[in-house]
């Protein structure tokens, strides 16, 4: 196995050569499902090309998790049976995405290899009978891996009805605790720090006398405390995904023609990838959103999601699976889609910027873990009222399409997203019952810091971008706010003070500048180098359960006039307090400041806040910043997004998230409604159906 050892190094070294990608270019919206035929329990692939072409589905997606059906046996391949499916579907003009069948493997590979499956921390052991239980970075995985994807490309890459691959599936690290994952991680720690003197130095191994003299000294992450050590793995964690996914990139770029893109589909509830990193060789983001339904249909997940994965690569993106009917892994919480849902949700997708949405799947399964999570088609495999309704977007998608593909945003406020606070929080949680910035239910949309600022500007109708540490981009943008911001390079930090100074506005959390890149707490009085912008100092901080501000300084209700979990003892030195706490020892402290330095502002949350005080802190900083739009006059369950087309036309979405009809005068210039093709004047009252959307072109 040394040999197999010294191919895959070869095939990573690979990816220090510079690749320029080329986004696909799209001429109308994709609308489709994933499709797998080799699940049906007959053959019908006939009749299913017959109904998706019917009901004007443009775009399939196939192939991601049948490994053992492309390599039933070690060495053994058998394309012909996909060979049918995609000549079929190309024959209907409907087009493919063919995905690398890796996060899967097959039976006969873990029983000759079982070392290929996980192990996690604490010597327990993944076991064959569920997807994804392989170690990522496995020589033996990634020999097999590369040869069936080097298999499937020659046989599939110049087939006219591919327009594009998806490489894996939904990839993480999974949880790799495995004995080469740790010595993989020694290297890049020798690569990064030198020395393990340095190494003490840094990550303070001096505190418990944990120094070491020589890297094998290096205890595994099992029972590891240090903070630095945790901080550095998460980055290991993330780094072995990009470099596994750019391997596949790889891969699929040498047999792939120019007009095909590559994707993956990422999960938006998952911490633990860096997508920057991920995607370098990938033409196009691709994102897995799923969601409540009925009453519990927000759209806030859609706009999160859209916003976040369109900021990665500053393009469009593509929805690679959503909610069709049901969803789940029992039956336990099976909630169909109100009428209308499954239509504005498609439309929820295109107006934060998606230029591809399909559902997850186009079939109910009969059997194994997902039987429940539904398809277009219920387990009857007949036409139903979820067809239709597919059938009707599809369509008005096939008259207005062109209008919407390709849209552009211009947002002027945007969220600092970190990683490494992420993890620093998550080593250190401040919230007795975890750290709130945690996948906790693995959902993303709950994260209390981040989420809640998402949540709000979106509910009030705040067009919102993501960036990241690792290249800002403030000058971009009027507003931008930044959760919790626990660890941070010296230079970021400067960066923003830099931002603030020239006339930017921020909107900031507690616990910002705290701790530097490697978490040593800075020593030096809090902020640390943002001090002189944020305009004060502070050497205490508490924790606490909850308590109300004093006089009640953003006049919400009074049941919302609170505060909860951590506060820090701010000193004001130049900053204005805002709020005080109602509390006899800490009412000389200010709860919330703000601090005019240079030509702008910072303003700072020395605690939680409730979701009342916050909107009303943000609604104030966006006029403050000269952002204010007709649009804030509207809120959620109405809601607008809005960009420019490929004809240099404004679109305008209204969405109605709620089961009874909304109405609203139209703010804008004289417009077209795409789908009725009524003409909408300036100011006209217009009424928006339970459910449903308008679309205006102005």
């Known amino acids: ?366 059997f194994g873990q997902e039987t429940y999570w539904k398809g277009v088609l219920s387990h009857d495999l007949q036409t139903n009222r979820a067809y239709s309704e597919v059938s009707k977007t599809a369509h008005e998608l096939q008259r207005i399409g062109k209008k919407l593909v390709n849209l552009k945003k211009n947002n002027k406020v945007a969220i600092l997203f970190s990683h490494d606070s992420n993890d620093g929080i998550n080593a250190m949680p401040f919230d007795k019952s975890g750290s709130p910035w945690s996948n906790e239910g693995n959902d993303f949309y709950k994260n209390s810091l981040v989420g809640q600022f998402h949540k709000l500007l979106y509910q009030n109708n705040v067009g919102v971008d993501f960036i990241f540490p690792e290249n800002p981009e403030f000058e971009k943008y009027d507003l931008v706010i930044i959760p919790s911001l626990y660890i941070a390079t010296d230079e970021l930090l400067e960066k923003i003070n830099q931002y603030v100074e020239k006339g930017g506005h921020v909107i900031m959390q507690f616990k910002s500048g705290f701790a530097n890149e490697n978490t040593m707490v800075r020593p030096m009085l809090a902020p640390g180098p943002l001090r002189e912008s944020a305009g004060f100092y502070y050497q205490e901080f508490s924790s606490f359960d909850q308590l109300k501000l004093k006089d009640n300084p953003f006049l919400v209700g009074e049941d919302q006039n609170t505060v909860n979990t951590w506060m820090e003892y701010i000193m004001p030195e130049t900053a204005k307090p805002l709020a005080f706490y109602d509390h006899k020892y800490f009412e000389k402290y200010p709860a919330i400041t703000i601090n005019n330095y240079g030509k702008g502002t910072l303003l700072y949350e020395g605690t939680m806040v409730s979701d009342a005080i916050q909107e009303k802190i943000i609604r104030q900083e966006v006029e403050r910043a000269g952002l204010k739009t007709p649009d804030q006059k509207l809120h959620w369950p109405l809601i607008t997004k809005s960009g420019t087309n490929e004809a240099g036309n404004t679109i305008r979405y209204y969405y109605n998230y709620s089961s009874q009809p909304a109405s609203f005068e139209y703010p804008y210039n004289i417009g077209k409604e795409l789908i009725s093709g009524e003409k909408v004047g300036s100011n006209e009252k217009l009424t928006i159906e339970p459910w449903d959307v308008l679309i205006i072109e102005e």
Not at 109 to 119: F, I, Q, R, S
């Open 1 to 366: 196995m040394k040999s197999t050892f010294i191919l895959i190094l070869s095939c990573f070294s690979l990816l220090t050569i510079t690749v320029k990608s080329q986004p696909p270019k799209f001429d109308n919206i994709l609308y489709g499902v994933a499709y797998y035929h080799e699940y049906m329990p007959s053959d019908r692939l006939d009749e299913d090309v017959r109904m998706m072409k019917e009901a004007g589905i443009s775009v399939v997606r196939v192939g991601e998790s049948t490994w053992s059906l492309f390599e039933p046996r070690e060495g053994e391949f058998e394309f012909a049976w996909m060979d049918r499916i995609i000549d079929k579907m190309h024959e209907a003009g409907i087009k493919v995405i063919l995905g690398t069948p890796t996060y899967s493997i097959p039976a006969w590979l873990w029983y000759k290899h079982p070392e290929v499956l996980l192990t996690y921390q604490k010597g327990e052991k993944a076991y064959y009978g569920i997807r994804q239980n392989m170690d990522i970075t496995n020589p033996t995985y990634l020999f097999y891996s590369e040869r069936i994807i080097r298999k499937m490309m020659e046989h599939f890459a110049k087939h006219p009805g591919i327009i594009g691959f998806q490489v894996d599936n939904e990839t993480t690290s999974r949880g790799v605790n495995n004995y080469d994952f740790q010595v993989s991680f020694i290297n890049y720690l020798k690569k990064k720090f030198g020395t393990p003197q340095n190494l003490n130095k840094i990550w303070g191994l001096n505190y418990w006398g944990m120094t070491i003299d020589s890297w094998e000294e290096l205890a595994p992450r099992d029972g590891i405390t240090n903070t630095g050590y945790k901080l550095e793995w998460e980055r290991f964690n993330r780094k072995a995904v990009a470099d596994f996914l750019k391997w596949q990139s790889k891969i699929v770029m040498e047999y792939k023609r120019d007009d095909q893109f590559i994707t993956h589909c990422f999960m938006p509830s998952v911490q633990d990838i860096d997508q920057h990193e991920s995607a370098k060789y990938m033409d196009v983001m691709g994102v897995n959103v799923y969601h409540g339904q009925q009453d519990d249909l927000t759209g806030n997940e859609i706009a999160f999601a859209g916003d976040y994965f369109r900021s990665v690569k500053h393009k469009n993106y593509l929805i690679t699976e959503t909610n069709a009917q049901t969803i789940g892994w029992n039956s336990r919480s099976q909630q169909p889609p109100y009428p209308g849902q499954m239509r504005q949700n498609v439309y929820a997708h295109l107006g934060s910027g998606a230029n591809m949405v399909e559902y997850w799947h186009w079939h109910s399964i009969h």
